[in-house]
């Protein structure tokens, strides 16, 4: 059982009994476990039917084998609670949706879902094809000098069209416009749209290449899913039945599409009640709570059953924060808390007060006096409350000292320097500790690329960082070993891959330190076997293919060491039999051999799917290119959906007295003792002041203008009906700057909040020496500096 | 011991010997549950019918499906029969197919063949795939087909489907796309698909007839609809066929099922069987409705009830099953019992979950065991890696298997991969230049004695890809000779000389080639097919399949039938063979031969062998595939069937209820054929990780919870 003891605000949650009800909650308040309480509370107490299942929403998959843990440990028999509730992504969700129907979509059986890797690829392929018959000329600067303009388009025009094309496509997708109703609107329209149609081309042609493929991405999962809902409603009425109770986890993120989902499945649209009716399962619930039902829950029942949904949504607005293209809005989840009952969620146990303030001053400044009023609704309320004393999870001491805005006027170069130096020191003073007393430390900034130089310049003073990544290192580490084998097979003569793959097969061995000599001395003579065909296939007259080794001189050693290689020579012999099998059934021989543990054997059934599928899909691919996508799953460049249950997450406290270097985008959900945030200046950081820089305005375009943005609004005005919203070349350019502004303000806001004791942040001057403290930088130092108490 | 069919004799029930020895004038209708002992009854009516001195040639037996006349073919092929004329075993389809062939003359004409004086072609599955490809892929550029996301060879292969699904039904193929189009209500944009399908099917169908093409549902077409009519043919085949056995009834389409209404008069005795729990081959056309009604023209109908099969605790779980799906569901059964004939195998992986199995079934199979024959382990879906894993786990244990999934097709099959590089290395002219990890493994398998690493070593230095230049062994330097060893190195001349000779010949048929290749290199002494029975195999289901494809164009592409040129039939085969095209050709079905073997199949294709077991896997039961029906955009197996009234739109009601039935159909199918226990066998992760809680699962759920059973 768990030993939950819920906070004052959650205590008000757990009397929920029914109907929609929003919750924004700050950084660190618990979210998935009042969630998880929620959903234990509504199975314990018996609301649910047969066949019924609480249905949690929620947004990576690690966050679902998060919530399978913690719903469990509300059971003292976790079969009470089986199959009473399911965890799903949206796209899993999605999946479901349409896994049970997907002729009704034109999907066939099996159809597969290409990642966004792949996806990747062919649209690169049909941004490619586009360029290569078409110009962007028009909307390139005029004043370009004629080799300056060759260089632009080959070298940048490629990877601009590539981002518009994703936005543009995951945007039509969202607005549920296929390439055919899209071409029809362009057909129809009044004025000329370049970019529209531009982006319509592109969109026409990836998507002929998922249908060759019989694939679907992502965004064509939710998109189908709620096609589907909405042309069929006795399906949706059985949906509804099987999920009376919607919890939302991250609803910040969600997008108008997903929003739309949920909102049909809760009951949410009039007339189509089926028989999952609210009414009476409210009327039901009430039935279990009789008393201590404060007022507000009770408004929550009674005002929103006549809306059908019992729907919660929890999530943060202030953390809406996106790396790539979304068509996810926080002001969704806002609207949604103001027209429905909510309850705020203000207590966090994450931060040290001094932290707490500074977080919840920017706030109140952005909310009142930033200098663009428009951008004044990047934040909002609640403020973040320190926990009450009888907390379990107490806030850290208070320690202003530990607070360190450094004014400095570092180049970039230096910033570098500075912070790694800060961070040696650091860790160097926890050196002689022992591991549990170490810190967590995380060096977060606001750039892929600034990572990369943080990372190499660690490495320079001698510090290995940690470099955060979505998946466990198990899984890639499993998938890094079958990468070795094959690559060892791709190209059997090599001697060096042969000594890696026996270090691969002898893996378990790197616990031992006894076995682990063994290993070096056969590894090391491996490696230097000239012939290696004489080793794997000896022929019968041949002498031993064994060189006399220096260093392994000892009889007894020696021995060991001919006995381990022929052991080895044995499986080698079945591998490099196993090579003509078709690929899927050449890496389950594989695994068989070097894995032991069951996760690892369940891995690697799934990549011998995975790359089954990648081998139909490529039939000219041989080993060299099915081990290179290995390679890639295994330096988890891809994400790899499916299997959640090996994917649980990132956790700083695995890295103690290390120090962790990621974006604060990828941040998001973590904390750790001492934080740096890095680069905060005006170029990173814009609030559109006189001075600041767009980095989606692109010099070579003509007019600096956002193409993205531009592309967007065309496709705006394309959908809309009304005459009034005629598209203007640059307004998009201009209103896409203060969603920059306002994402920033918010990506300041987490990267402070992951902070539990010590925050130190820094700015420099940019590439070109220009750049500045950025705004509500410059802001916090001020108040911390002179007005902060 | 007696031989099995004596001891079954003696054990014939009464009813069942009244049934066996009734008058050679008698029509029954034969019902029952699977597992009373129909077939049993059956094969032995046949022995009795040859016993009495009815000519074998005047006994006609039908089965929907050749896999169902396999207990007959035991009789028919055993020792004991004494020579004599052959009892004719036949499904419906082979039979339109022979009369088409010996009636050219008289229906093709009448169905508006271009040209009636020239032979018919028949088109094999994978024949028929490479026209529709011809005539479709155009289409698709031209925009066909684009709110669909479908493989295309499945797309192909769906269209063919409508065409059969028209003919043995029984409505003409040009009202596919309404019928269709009739039941769909949803997203607008999916309706013109039916359209796009339709305008397919006719195009196929009017390029069948300017080329004397007969596919499946030609055969089907004319031979129901023109040839039976014609009094030729009938007395042809009312006076060769006197005695009917006709099994499972309830598994063919309701077009057989018309003609032999009008045929059944006509013979003098004749046995239909029908299992009432069946119907397992609606998504192939088959209709239980028009079956059931032969028996109106039979003289008796008897009904066996009692299964010989199930023990009492099976019959138990399967009725509570069933009740558990349908809630409906009338029996009386005590489902206190159920838990003797079930056991749960339940594991967090997918692989530890077949490791558990595999251990089970070793301890089955150890002394006092249960032979291996009596084990079947099955799931929905059987993937290659799936397959491959659980019979390399078996394989370790030495417990023999067979598996009736067809593991690979060719294009997979290594064997059949190296000489399709071989065949391209041999004619240049194709300009099909294969990569040298595919050359490095054709020398491989052809080479005795040629291991990988030499192999890539030797490719490395004597192939060109760019020009296909192959060079000779003593071309390259003595050390590197030495290394490859001169064994292979001769090995390799040999090869090589031939391949080069050829070039320099007329080119010969791809089938001849590989013939040829095979015959005076690769099946010699110090080549890789030497003594690689499995290897042989393939290279012939190779060879047959090219030939197959060979005669088809042959005949197509002669003066008389277009002006169009014949086109490269070896590059064209090898092309289609890798767009997949033809993936349908797969090697010859039974991958072992044993008999005494745990046999590892989809649930269905267990069900259509129509052999009890004592105890039976079930594997992925969280898994919807028990009873989702094949999602195929542009088809629909029950809106074109016969009973379906044009115009009702298929709902989400019809989806849940026709599911659930299904279930439970084939969950009694496989109790029926069960004799002591099922393993339910269930991972929390399923074999793509996810996770799986279907309708069988949920049913399993409350049979458990109803029984009480307690989970250890």
Same mark, same amino acid.
């Given at each position: 059982?768990t030993?939950?003891t819920p906070r004052?605000?959650?205590?008000?949650?757990?009397?929920y009994?029914?109907g929609?009800?929003?919750?924004?909650a700050v950084?660190?308040?618990?979210k998935?476990?009042?969630?998880?309480?929620?959903?234990?509370?509504?199975?314990?107490?018996?609301?649910?039917g047969?066949?019924?299942?609480?249905?949690?929403v929620?947004?990576?998959n690690?966050?679902?084998?998060?919530f399978?843990?913690?719903i469990?440990?509300?059971f003292?028999?976790?079969?009470?609670?089986?199959?009473?509730?399911?965890?799903r992504?949206?796209?899993?969700?999605?999946?479901?949706i349409?896994r049970?129907?997907?002729?009704?979509?034109?999907l066939?059986?099996?159809f !597969?879902i290409?990642?966004?890797?792949e996806?990747?690829?062919?649209r690169r392929?049909?941004?490619?094809?586009?360029l290569?018959?078409?110009?962007?000329?028009?909307?390139?600067?005029?004043?370009?000098?004629?080799?300056? %303009?060759?260089?632009?388009?080959?070298?940048?025009?490629?990877?601009?069209?590539?981002?518009?094309a994703?936005?543009?496509?995951? @945007?039509?997708?969202?607005r549920?416009?296929t390439?055919e109703?899209?071409?029809?609107?362009l057909d =129809?329209?009044?004025?000329?749209?370049?970019?529209?149609?531009?982006?319509?081309?592109?969109?026409?042609?990836?998507q002929?290449?998922l249908?060759? %493929?019989g694939?679907?991405?992502?965004?064509?999962?939710i998109?189908?899913?709620?096609t589907?809902?909405? =042309?069929?409603?006795?399906?949706?009425a059985r949906?509804?039945?099987r999920?009376?109770?919607?919890?939302e986890?991250?609803a910040?993120?969600?997008s108008l599409?997903?929003?739309r989902?949920?909102?049909?499945?809760?009951?949410? @649209?009039?007339?189509r009640?089926?028989?999952?009716d609210? %009414?009476?399962?409210?009327?039901?619930s009430?039935?279990?709570e009789?008393?201590?039902?404060?007022?507000?829950a009770?408004?929550?029942?009674?005002?929103?059953?006549?809306?059908g949904?019992?729907?919660?949504?929890?999530?943060?607005?202030?953390? #809406?924060?996106?790396?790539?293209?979304?068509t996810?809005?926080?002001?969704?989840?806002r609207?949604f808390i103001?027209?429905?009952?909510?309850?705020?969620?203000?207590?966090?146990?994450r931060?040290?007060?001094?932290?707490?303030?500074?977080?919840?001053?920017?706030?109140d400044w952005?909310m009142? @006096?930033?200098?663009?009023?428009?951008?004044?609704?990047?934040?909002?309320?609640?403020?973040i409350e320190?926990?009450?004393?009888?907390?379990?999870?107490?806030?850290?001491?208070d320690?202003?000292?530990?607070?360190?805005?450094?004014?400095?006027k570092?180049?970039?170069?230096?910033?570098?320097e500075?912070?790694? +130096?800060s961070v040696?020191n650091?860790?160097?003073?926890f050196? /002689?500790?022992?591991i549990?007393e170490?810190p967590?430390?995380a060096?977060?900034?606001?750039r892929?690329?600034r990572g990369?130089?943080?990372?190499? #310049?660690?490495r320079?003073r001698g510090?290995?960082?940690?470099?955060?990544?979505?998946?466990?290192?198990e899984t890639r580490?499993?998938a890094?070993?079958l @990468?070795?084998?094959?690559?060892?097979?791709?190209?059997?003569g090599?001697? +060096?891959?042969?000594?890696?793959?026996?270090?691969?097969w002898?893996?378990?061995?790197?616990?031992d330190?006894?076995?682990m000599?063994l290993?070096s001395?056969?590894?090391r003579?491996?490696?230097?076997?000239g012939?290696?065909?004489?080793y794997?296939s000896?022929h019968?007259?041949?002498? !031993?293919?064994?060189?006399?080794?220096?260093?392994?001189?000892? %009889?007894?050693?020696m021995?060991?060491?001919?006995e381990?290689?022929?052991?080895?020579?044995?499986?080698v012999?079945?591998?490099?039999?196993?090579?003509?099998l078709?690929?899927?059934?050449?890496?389950?021989?594989?695994?068989?051999?070097?894995?032991?543990?069951?996760?690892?054997?369940?891995?690697a059934?799934k990549?011998?799917?995975?790359?089954r599928?990648?081998?139909d899909?490529?039939?000219?691919?041989?080993?060299?290119?099915l081990?290179a996508?290995?390679?890639?799953?295994?330096?988890?460049?891809?994400?790899?959906i499916?299997?959640?249950?090996?994917?649980?997450?990132?956790?700083?406290?695995?890295?103690?007295?290390?120090?962790?270097?990621?974006?604060?985008h +990828?941040?998001?959900?973590?904390?750790w003792?001492?934080?740096?945030?890095?680069?905060?200046?005006?170029?990173d950081?814009?609030?559109?002041?006189?001075?600041?820089?767009f980095?989606?305005e692109?010099?070579?375009?003509?007019?600096?203008?956002?193409?993205? #943005?531009?592309?967007?609004?065309?496709?705006?005005?394309?959908e809309?009906?009304?005459?009034y919203d005629?598209? /203007?070349e640059?307004?998009?350019t201009?209103?896409?700057r203060?969603?920059?502004? +306002?994402e920033?303000?918010?990506?300041?806001?987490?990267?402070i909040t992951?902070?539990?004791?010590?925050?130190?942040? =820094?700015?420099n001057?940019?590439?070109q020496?220009?750049a500045?403290?950025?705004?509500?930088l410059s802001?916090?130092?001020?108040?911390?500096?002179n007005?902060?108490? | 011991?007696?031989?099995?069919s004596?001891?079954?004799?003696?054990?014939?029930?009464l009813?069942?010997?009244?049934?066996?020895?009734s008058?050679?004038?008698?029509?029954?209708?034969?019902s029952?549950?699977?597992?009373?002992?129909?077939?049993?009854?059956?094969?032995?009516?046949?022995?009795?019918?040859?016993a009495?001195?009815v000519?074998?040639?005047?006994?006609?037996?039908?089965t929907p499906?050749?896999?169902?006349?396999e207990p007959?073919?035991d009789l028919?092929?055993?020792p004991e029969?004494s020579?004599?004329?052959e009892?004719?075993?036949?499904?419906?389809?082979g039979?339109a197919?022979?009369?088409?062939?010996l009636?050219?003359s008289l229906a093709?004409?009448?169905?508006?063949?271009?040209?009636?004086?020239?032979?018919?072609?028949f088109?094999?599955?994978?024949?028929?795939?490479?026209y529709?490809?011809?005539?479709?892929?155009p289409l698709?550029d031209?925009?066909?087909? *684009?709110?669909?996301?479908?493989?295309?060879?499945?797309?192909y292969?769906?269209?063919i489907d409508?065409?059969n699904?028209?003919a043995?039904i029984?409505?003409?193929?040009?009202?596919?796309?309404?019928?269709?189009?009739?039941a769909?209500?949803g997203?607008?944009?999916?309706?013109?698909?039916?359209a796009?399908?339709?305008?397919?099917?006719?195009?196929?169908?009017?390029?069948c007839?300017?080329?004397?093409l007969?596919?499946?549902?030609?055969?089907f077409?004319?031979?129901?609809?023109?040839?039976w009519?014609?009094n030729?043919?009938?007395?042809?085949?009312?006076?060769?066929y006197?005695?009917l056995?006709?099994?499972?009834?309830?598994?063919?389409?309701?077009?057989?099922?018309?003609?032999?209404?009008?045929?059944?008069?006509?013979f003098d005795?004749?046995?239909l069987?029908?299992?009432?729990?069946?119907?397992?081959?609606?998504f192939?056309?088959?209709?239980?409705?028009?079956g059931w009604?032969?028996?109106?023209?039979?003289?008796?109908h008897?009904?066996?009830?009692?299964?010989?099969?199930?023990?009492?605790?099976?019959?138990?779980?399967s009725?509570?099953?069933?009740?558990a799906i349908?809630?409906?569901?009338?029996s009386?059964?005590n489902?206190?019992?159920?838990?003797?004939?079930l056991?749960?195998v339940s594991r967090?992986?997918?692989?530890?979950l077949l490791?558990?199995?595999?251990?089970?079934?070793?301890?089955?199979?150890?002394?006092?065991?249960?032979?291996?024959?009596?084990?079947?382990i099955?799931?929905?879906?059987?993937?290659?890696?799936l397959?491959?894993?659980i019979?390399?786990?078996?394989?370790?244990?030495?417990?023999?298997?067979?598996?009736?999934?067809?593991s690979?097709?060719l294009?997979?099959?290594?064997?059949?991969?190296?000489?399709i590089?071989l065949?391209?290395?041999?004619h240049?002219?194709w300009?099909?230049?294969?990569?040298?990890?595919?050359?490095?493994y054709?020398?491989?398998?052809?080479?005795?004695?040629?291991?990988?690493?030499?192999?890539?070593?030797?490719?490395?230095?004597?192939?060109?890809?760019?020009?296909?230049?192959l060079?000779?062994?003593?071309?390259?330097?003595?050390e590197?000779?030495?290394?490859?060893?001169?064994?292979?190195g001769?090995r390799y001349?040999?090869?090589?000389?031939?391949l080069l000779?050829?070039?320099e010949?007329?080119p010969?048929?791809?089938?001849?080639?590989?013939?040829k290749?095979?015959?005076?290199?690769l099946?010699?002494?110090?080549?890789?097919?030497?003594?690689?029975?499995?290897?042989v195999?393939v290279?012939?289901?190779?060879?047959?399949?090219?030939?197959?494809?060979?005669?088809s164009?042959?005949?197509t592409?002669?003066?008389?039938?277009t002006?169009d040129?014949?086109?490269?039939?070896?590059?064209?085969?090898?092309?289609?063979?890798q767009?997949?095209?033809?993936a349908s050709?797969?090697?010859?079905?039974?991958?072992s031969e044993?008999?005494?073997?745990?046999?590892?199949?989809p649930?269905h294709?267990?069900?259509m062998?129509?052999?009890p077991?004592?105890?039976?896997f079930w594997?992925?039961?969280?898994s919807?595939?028990?009873?989702?029906?094949?999602s195929?955009p542009?088809t629909?197996?029950y809106?074109?069937?016969?009973?379906w009234?044009?115009?009702?739109?298929?709902?989400d009601?019809?989806d849940v209820?026709?599911g659930?039935e299904?279930?439970?159909r084939?969950?009694?199918?496989?109790?029926?054929r069960c004799?002591?226990?099922?393993?339910?066998c269930l991972? *929390?992760?399923?074999?793509?990780?996810f996770?799986?809680?279907?309708?069988?699962?949920?049913?399993?759920?409350?049979?458990?919870?109803?029984?009480?059973?307690?989970?250890t």
């Open positions: 059982m030993n939950f004052p605000s959650q205590q008000q949650i757990l009397r009994t029914g929609r009800l929003g919750i924004a950084p660190g308040a618990g998935t476990q009042i969630l998880s309480a929620l959903a234990a509370k509504i199975i314990r107490e018996g609301w649910l047969d066949d019924q299942e609480v249905l949690i929620t947004l990576v690690s966050a679902v084998d998060n399978e843990a913690r469990k440990k509300f003292d028999n976790p079969l009470q609670a089986l199959y009473k509730y399911r965890v992504t949206l796209h899993g969700l999605a999946h479901d349409v049970e129907k997907p002729a009704r979509v034109g066939e059986e099996r !597969s290409i990642d966004e890797r996806a990747g690829f062919i392929d049909a941004v490619n094809a586009w290569a018959s078409n110009s962007l000329d028009d909307y390139l600067d005029p004043a370009l000098e004629d080799s300056k %303009r060759d260089w632009v388009k080959r070298e940048q025009l490629p990877d601009l069209l590539d981002s518009l994703l936005a543009f496509i995951r @945007s039509a997708k969202d549920l416009l390439p109703s899209l071409r029809a609107k =129809t329209s009044p004025a000329p749209l370049p970019l529209a149609e531009l982006g319509w081309s592109i969109y026409a042609d990836y002929r290449a249908a060759y %493929r694939a679907v991405d992502f965004d064509d999962l998109r189908l899913a709620l589907l809902l909405e =042309t069929d409603e006795e399906y949706l949906l509804q039945y999920y009376p109770f919607i919890l986890d991250e910040q993120d969600s599409t997903q929003e989902i949920l909102s049909l499945l809760s009951g949410g @649209s009039a007339g009640v089926g028989r999952g609210s %009414r009476d399962r409210t009327e039901t009430g039935l279990h009789t008393a201590g039902f404060d007022a507000l009770a408004s929550a029942r009674y005002s929103t059953s006549n809306l949904g019992n729907w919660v949504r929890v999530g943060d607005p202030n953390q #809406a924060i996106f790396e790539t293209f979304t996810a809005s926080p002001d969704l989840l609207a103001e027209s429905n009952p909510s309850i705020p969620m203000p207590e966090s146990g931060s040290q007060p001094s932290i707490i303030a500074i977080a919840n001053h920017l706030i952005v009142t @006096s930033h200098p663009v009023p428009a951008a004044r609704t990047a934040l909002s309320l609640p403020h320190p926990v009450p004393a009888d907390d379990p999870q107490q806030n850290p001491p320690n202003p000292e530990a607070i360190k805005f450094i004014p400095t570092f180049t970039p170069e230096q910033e570098l500075a912070v790694v +130096k040696k650091y860790l160097d003073s050196a /002689e500790r022992p549990e170490q967590t430390v060096i977060l900034v606001p892929n690329q990369v130089e943080v990372v190499n #310049a660690l320079q510090i290995e960082p940690i470099e955060l990544i979505s998946s466990t290192s580490a499993a890094g070993s @990468s070795h084998l094959l690559s060892y097979l791709a190209d059997p090599s001697a +060096k891959k042969l000594a890696k793959a026996y270090e691969v002898r893996r378990d061995w790197r616990e330190s006894e076995k000599a290993l001395d056969v590894e003579v491996l490696r230097k076997i012939k290696v065909e004489e794997v000896p019968p007259a041949a002498n !031993s293919p064994l060189p006399q080794e220096e260093g392994v001189g000892v %009889r007894e050693e021995e060991r060491v001919i381990e290689f022929n052991a080895f020579r044995v499986v012999q079945r591998w490099l039999n196993a090579v003509t078709p690929i899927d059934q050449l890496i389950l021989t594989l695994a068989q051999d070097v894995f032991t543990e069951a996760s690892d054997l369940a891995l059934h990549l011998a799917l995975v790359l599928q990648a081998a899909d490529h039939p000219d691919w041989r080993l060299p290119e081990t996508e290995l390679a890639v799953i295994a330096k988890n460049e891809r994400r790899f499916g299997f959640s249950s090996n994917d649980s997450g990132f956790d700083p406290e695995y890295y103690r007295g290390r120090v962790v270097v990621t974006t604060m +990828k941040a998001k959900g973590l904390e003792d001492r934080v740096y945030l890095m680069s905060v200046n005006n170029y950081f814009p609030s559109n002041m006189p001075g600041d820089r980095i989606s692109k010099w070579f375009i003509r007019g600096g203008l956002n193409l993205e #943005a531009e592309a967007l609004a065309q496709l705006t005005a394309l809309s009906t009304s005459e005629w598209y /203007e640059g307004t998009a201009l209103r896409s203060l969603d920059y502004v +306002k920033r303000l918010r990506l300041f806001y987490v990267g992951r902070a539990k004791r010590e925050l130190i942040v =820094t700015w001057t940019g590439r020496g220009d500045t403290p950025s705004l509500p802001e916090l130092m001020g108040w911390w500096e007005d902060a108490e | 011991m007696p031989s099995p004596t001891s079954l004799r003696t054990s014939l029930s009813l069942q010997r009244q049934i066996v020895e008058p050679l004038d008698r029509k029954l209708f034969l029952g549950p699977a597992g009373c002992g129909k077939t049993t009854v059956a094969v032995e009516r046949m022995r009795h019918l040859l009495q001195g000519p074998g040639e005047e006994i006609l037996l039908l499906q050749r896999s169902l006349q007959y073919l028919l092929y055993s029969r020579a004599g004329g009892v004719t075993p036949a499904t419906f389809g039979l197919r022979r009369m088409c062939d009636f050219w093709a004409e009448a169905a508006g063949f271009a040209h009636p004086d020239q032979p018919p072609v088109l094999t599955l994978e024949t028929a795939q490479y529709m490809a011809h005539l479709v892929r698709l031209a925009g066909y087909f *684009e709110s669909v996301t479908i493989d295309r060879n499945r797309l292969s769906q269209i409508n065409l699904k028209a043995v029984g409505f003409p193929h040009t009202e596919i796309g309404a019928r269709l189009d009739a769909y209500f997203d607008p944009a999916q309706r013109r698909v039916y796009d399908a339709q305008d397919c099917a006719n195009r196929f169908r009017q390029y007839l300017d080329h004397n007969l596919d499946f549902s030609l055969q077409e004319i031979f129901t609809n023109i040839l009519e014609h030729i043919v009938r007395d042809y085949l009312m006076r060769t006197r005695h056995i006709y099994d499972n009834v309830e598994e063919d389409v309701p077009r057989a099922h018309d003609i032999l209404r009008e045929w059944l008069p006509s005795s004749a046995l069987i029908y299992d009432e729990s069946a119907g397992f081959r609606y192939l056309g088959a209709d239980v409705h028009t009604a032969l028996r109106e023209l039979c003289d008796e008897v009904r066996l009830q009692e299964s010989f099969v199930m023990s009492e605790s099976v019959a138990g779980l009725d509570s099953l069933a009740k349908l809630p409906n569901f009338e009386d059964v489902s206190q019992g159920v838990s003797d004939s056991e749960i967090h992986f997918y692989p530890e490791d558990a199995v595999v251990d089970e079934i070793e301890q089955l199979v150890s002394a006092p065991g249960i032979p291996p024959s009596e084990i079947v099955l799931a929905p879906y059987l993937s290659d890696a397959r491959f894993s019979t390399n786990r078996l394989d370790a244990r030495k417990i023999p298997w067979r598996s009736h999934r067809p690979r097709s294009r997979d099959e290594p064997a059949s991969h190296a000489l590089t065949a391209a290395l041999a240049p002219h300009g099909i230049h294969p990569p040298k990890f595919d050359v490095a054709a020398l491989m398998q052809s080479i005795d004695g040629l291991d990988l690493v030499r192999a890539q070593l030797l490719t490395e230095i004597v192939y060109r890809q760019r020009d296909l230049r060079s000779a062994f003593d071309e390259i330097k003595q590197v000779q030495d290394r490859i060893t001169f064994s292979v001769n001349s040999i090869l090589r000389d031939w000779a050829y070039r010949s007329d010969l048929s791809l089938d001849h080639f590989f013939r290749l095979f015959g005076e290199v099946s010699q002494p110090g080549f890789g097919y030497h003594r690689n029975f499995d290897s195999r290279a012939a289901s190779l060879v047959e399949s090219v030939k197959k494809f060979r005669q164009l042959e005949a592409f002669n003066e008389t039938l002006a040129p014949l086109p490269n039939l070896g590059r064209e085969y090898i092309q289609m063979l767009d997949g095209v033809i050709s797969y090697v010859e079905a039974w991958q044993e008999k005494d073997a745990v046999l590892v199949a649930a294709t267990f069900l062998m129509n052999r077991v004592t105890v039976q594997l992925d039961v969280g919807s595939g028990w009873y989702e029906r094949l195929q542009l629909h197996p809106v074109l069937a016969r009973g009234k044009t115009g009702t739109q298929w709902t009601a019809d209820q026709y659930k299904a279930l439970a084939l969950v009694s199918g496989l109790l029926h004799r002591e226990r099922v393993y339910v991972s *929390e992760l399923g074999e793509s990780g996770e799986q809680r279907g309708e069988l699962l949920r049913a399993f759920q409350k049979v458990l919870s109803m029984s009480g059973f307690k989970e």
